[in-house]
């Protein structure tokens, strides 16, 4: 009998140092703790060098980046008059046995950068399109006439960043996964 009093009074000793512990850390909490939460940055720009006074068809993608991200390119290409293609396609920038860097998909319109970037890269430069033989990157289609040709022929190019994710399989698996917030003003 006087094992189970001592045991009781054990066990209810134990108890009620962690009462005594809990309830005098529940009382002398005496401000918030409010949690700290900061957001990443990822910056991509549009380079282009002008040589001579004259803007150069050399387009590069250029990161400024806190965090991992994966980057895609839209390069609008402009069409002729009655949708007659004007230019031929541009020559990737996928060196020869090296691993593929640029990928487009024709059903988007995009090229999408086949490998995260980094973070806390101060500058990452990515070439999209390469030379040709002629020393130049978009070259208009043989056998074109002015009727042929819009008013303007402008390339328009942009770049989009997403931020990567351990789980994205590629850069068109993340993209693809991304839902733009639709808006709700009327």
Request: with cysteine; net charge negative.
């Amino acid at each position: 009998m006087k094992k189970q009093i001592k045991l009781t009074a054990a066990i209810l000793g134990v108890v009620m140092l962690a009462t005594v512990g809990a309830t005098a850390a529940y009382f002398t909490q005496d401000g918030t703790r409010p949690n700290q939460m900061t957001t990443s940055s990822l910056n991509v720009n549009i380079e282009e060098d002008i040589e001579d006074g004259y803007k150069n068809d050399i387009k590069a993608v250029v990161c400024k980046n806190h965090a991992a991200c994966w980057v895609r390119v839209y390069v609008g290409i402009p069409v002729g008059n009655e949708g007659k293609k004007i230019f031929k396609e541009p020559i990737l920038n996928n060196e020869e046995g090296e691993d593929v860097l640029w990928i487009k998909k024709d059903e988007d319109g995009y090229y999408y950068y086949n490998k995260p970037i980094p973070a806390g890269k101060e500058e990452v430069s990515l070439s999209l399109f390469k030379k040709n033989e002629n020393g130049h990157v978009i070259e208009p289609v043989e056998g074109l006439t002015i009727k042929d040709m819009p008013s303007n022929t402008d390339i328009i190019v942009y770049a989009e960043t997403i931020q990567y994710n351990d789980g994205d399989t590629s850069c068109v698996e993340a993209f693809k996964n991304f839902k733009p917030q639709q808006s709700t003003t009327n």
